[in-house]
């Protein structure tokens, strides 16, 4: 399923999930990429085509626990392992652990309301740094627009910085976030 056909049959259900697999899939490679106190994004050093999904590659790092708890929760866990391209911006474990007490759990119970962050990391496509830097804004698989910048720390997602960025998954690109991007309030 991809998220065009998503769009047309909820607003939510599949769309999270492809953006939950995608999370999933950015931490699992952030797990020997680096820290977050790197200033520039670092290039991941993996193949340029992996053979597994987004969601695969997350399973294997075993460092993301909280964004496979919440593709589970979602239930986006077989649309992220759909055939894309996707490119997703995917917040670490550490990164959820950063957002104000008691936010994870709200989300948790709120399963509409964590596809929508979810969907908010997620942009059809496959785009790498050198793609983001010609531009301002991406439209995400949500409907919301993204800020793009490209700053000499490397590119910033609204004002957001890139642990590391252009990991390969079979069905699109991740570049691993420290931080979790939040929609404005509607």
Not at 40 to 60: C, F, G, K
Not at 71 to 76: F, K, P
Not at 102 to 128: C, F, K, M, Q, S
Request: with cysteine; aromatic share 4%; hydrophobic share 40%.
């Amino acid at each position: 399923m991809n998220i065009t056909s998503c769009r047309s049959t909820t607003r939510f259900g599949t769309h999270a999930a492809t953006v939950l697999l995608l999370f999933v899939g950015g931490g699992l490679l952030l797990s020997g990429c680096g820290d977050a106190s790197e200033s520039a994004p670092r290039e991941s050093d993996a193949p340029a085509a992996s053979q597994n999904s987004i969601v695969d590659v997350a399973v294997a790092a075993g460092q993301f626990s909280t964004l496979l708890r919440a593709v589970e929760v979602a239930g986006l866990t077989e649309t992220l392992e759909g055939d894309g391209p996707f490119t997703v911006f995917a917040p670490t474990d550490g990164a959820f652990a950063d957002l104000p007490d008691g936010t994870l759990d709200a989300l948790l119970e709120d399963p509409d309301a964590l596809a929508r962050i979810l969907l908010y990391h997620v942009v059809p496509g496959e785009l790498r740094v050198r793609d983001l830097r010609d531009l301002s804004e991406l439209e995400t698989a949500h409907g919301d627009m993204l800020r793009v910048a490209d700053t000499r720390q490397g590119v910033e997602i609204n004002g957001k910085s890139m642990l590391t960025s252009d990991i390969s998954a079979r069905n699109g690109i991740i570049h691993v976030m420290t931080s979790v991007l939040v929609p404005d309030a509607e």
